[in-house]
């Protein structure tokens, strides 16, 4: 058999990633000779290892935190949606030429699709205005949706994420300290109520925690959380509670790395034994 291609997960951390397992699972699927390896990388060993890509032993690579927004710097070109977001999170390696994208974004649109939702016209709330977040930010953008009111603690994340939300789309930010409950119907009328913070994620230090009180969700909203473990974050449960429409994390999760998947091999990827294998990994239920 010929040596083996590779596609490798940069990032820092990496061991606990699950994208190896559903990855390779998709290739061993297709009978395709690649392996999907997992590279734990300090911000100063970024560039080494993204050049080490231009190899031809190598197809490409997923990027993870901290390096979505440094692994621009080190690539030949970035697509259009890489430049919105102002982010990748996958690396095509092409006769030594490194393209930049954006799978988030995809993984995003389609965890709605699946679930039936149309997006066009609806408001939503984010929290959150990282790199998570300006992927969210673009994918409702280009579903059409009517505005977004942007929930966050930093000043300067808020003026980057307007920055690239561009001038003709509807948003407004809000300081997480100055919400109160004067901002009650900003909240309840929402139609999508989405997380992209690290809160009620497992070993954040805020497990317990969600963004929003149950006060202000509803049965009627759809309610969308980024955070994939656990599988039930405290912001799910209080929707689920309620009878509202939830969306857990590991759908984004598999989507993201579906789409990487076809850049990197041309071939439609097989989603259900991707998400067969999270299955097997984790016993998750996506969806109700």
Request: net charge negative; hydrophobic share 40%.
């Amino acid at each position: 058999m010929a040596n083996s291609e590779k596609v490798v997960l940069i990032g820092d951390p990496v061991a606990h990633s699950l994208s190896p397992v559903f990855q390779q699972a998709a290739f061993d699927y297709l009978d395709i000779n690649v392996r999907y390896e997992t590279w734990q990388t300090h911000a100063e060993e970024l560039k080494q290892k993204i050049d080490l890509l231009r190899s031809s032993d190598y197809r490409g690579a997923n990027i993870t935190i901290p390096h979505k927004l440094d692994a621009m710097n080190f690539v030949d070109h970035v697509d259009d949606i890489g430049e919105q977001v102002g982010a990748i999170n996958t690396i095509i390696s092409h006769d030594g030429v490194l393209t930049g994208t954006n799978t988030d974004v995809v993984g995003i649109h389609n965890s709605f699709k699946v679930a039936n939702i149309d997006l066009k016209n609806k408001t939503v709330i984010l929290f959150g205005a990282g790199g998570a977040a300006r992927a969210v930010m673009v994918a409702m953008k280009n579903a059409g949706v009517k505005n977004i009111t942007v929930i966050n603690r930093t000043e300067s994340k808020a003026k980057l994420f307007e920055s690239y939300a561009g001038k003709n789309f509807n948003i407004s930010m809000l300081n997480n300290n100055s919400v109160t409950k004067d901002h009650g119907t900003l909240f309840t009328n929402a139609d999508i109520i989405i997380n992209a913070t690290s809160l009620g994620m497992e070993k954040s230090g805020n497990e317990l925690v969600s963004p929003i009180s149950q006060e202000f969700l509803n049965s009627s909203q759809v309610i969308f959380d980024l955070v994939y473990t656990p599988e039930e974050t405290p912001l799910l449960k209080i929707g689920k509670s309620l009878g509202a429409q939830c969306i857990g994390g590991l759908a984004m999760l598999v989507f993201q790395g579906a789409a990487s998947f076809k850049l990197w091999t041309n071939k439609n990827p097989p989603i259900e034994i991707m998400f067969n294998a999270v299955k097997k990994e984790l016993d998750y239920q996506f969806y109700d």
